[in-house]
C-alpha cells in the first residue's frame, strides 16, 4: 500500500501564484491532516478534516484554503502564495481522533519568492 | 505555557550510550501519548505510544507520569542509526488545534 501520497514533492513559486497541494491516502482514514513546519517552530496545524465534505481550521489557517470532496483526498490550497508560506508542508492521516497515531506523507517543499 | 515542551538539544552520544528525553504537556485532560521520530529531510513516522503502566519496545522505553504531567523516552545501546530528532506527542480531543499536538523534538545525534 502506498500510505499517504502528496504531491507535488519540491514547488518554487512566485509572490501572487496559486497552486494546490494534493494528498491521497489509500487506508480508509476518516480524518487527515494539513501541517507546516518550520525551523524552530515545530509542526503546526495549518487545517483538517474529519470526514468527506467536512474540514476544520487548524492553528495557523491563514492564507490557505482546503478541501476534501473525496474521502481518500485533501487538497490545500494557496490562493496568493507570500514569502511567509515558504515551508515544508506535511499531510497526514488517520483511522480516528482519539488516541490513534498518524501516518504522515514525505512532504512537499514549497518555496515562495 | 507552551501545550508540549521538550528540550531541544542536541544530544550528543556516543555509540552505545543511553539516553533519555524527557517532555512536559500543559494540558491535563491529554488522553494519549506517543513518541514520534524524525529523519532529517523526512516525515515524522510513529516510534511508540506511551502507556500509563509503561511500556518497552526492544532498546527503546517509554514512561508516562499523569502527576506530573511528564513522558520520558529511553534509549539504551545507542546507534549510529538512532540519529534523529525525537518528537514528544500529546492527544487532545477536540478543539480548535486539532487532535495531536506536537512538541518541537529534541534532536539526537549518535556519534562513532
Known amino acids: 500500500n502506498a500510505g499517504v501520497t502528496q504531491t507535488p514533492k519540491f514547488r518554487v513559486l512566485k509572490t501572487g501564484q496559486s497552486m494546490t497541494l494534493l494528498c491521497a491516502q489509500d487506508m480508509n482514514h476518516e480524518y487527515m491532516y494539513w501541517y507546516r513546519q518550520d525551523p524552530g517552530m515545530g509542526l503546526r496545524l495549518i487545517h483538517y478534516?474529519?470526514?468527506?465534505?467536512?474540514?476544520a481550521k487548524g492553528e495557523v489557517p491563514d492564507g490557505y484554503n482546503v478541501s476534501r470532496l473525496k474521502k481518500q483526498n485533501f487538497l490545500l490550497g494557496l490562493e496568493s502564495a507570500a514569502p511567509s508560506q515558504t515551508s515544508v508542508y506535511f499531510c497526514?492521516?488517520?483511522?480516528?481522533?482519539?488516541?490513534?497515531?498518524?501516518?504522515f506523507g514525505s512532504g512537499t517543499r514549497l518555496t515562495v519568492v | 505555557r507552551k501545550e508540549v515542551e521538550q528540550d531541544p538539544g542536541p544530544f550528543n552520544v556516543p555509540e552505545g550510550a543511553t539516553v533519555a528525553f524527557n517532555c512536559t504537556y500543559s494540558n491535563s485532560a491529554s488522553q494519549s501519548f506517543f513518541w514520534y521520530r524524525q529523519d532529517c529531510r523526512k516525515e515524522p513516522k510513529l516510534l511508540m505510544s506511551?502507556?500509563?503502566s509503561g511500556n518497552e519496545d526492544g532498546r527503546f522505553t517509554a514512561q508516562l507520569n499523569r502527576a506530573s504531567q511528564y513522558i520520558s523516552l529511553l534509549i539504551r545501546d545507542s546507534k549510529l542509526s538512532d540519529s534523529a530528532t525525537y518528537l514528544c506527542?500529546?492527544?487532545?480531543?477536540?478543539?480548535?488545534?486539532?487532535?495531536?499536538?506536537f512538541g518541537k523534538g529534541t534532536k539526537l545525534s549518535v556519534k562513532p
Open positions: 506527542v500529546v492527544n487532545v480531543y477536540g478543539g480548535s488545534q486539532g487532535n495531536l499536538i
Open positions: 497526514a492521516s488517520s483511522y480516528s481522533g482519539q488516541g490513534t497515531g498518524y501516518t
Open positions: 506511551v502507556y500509563s
Open positions: 478534516s474529519v470526514g468527506e465534505g467536512t474540514t
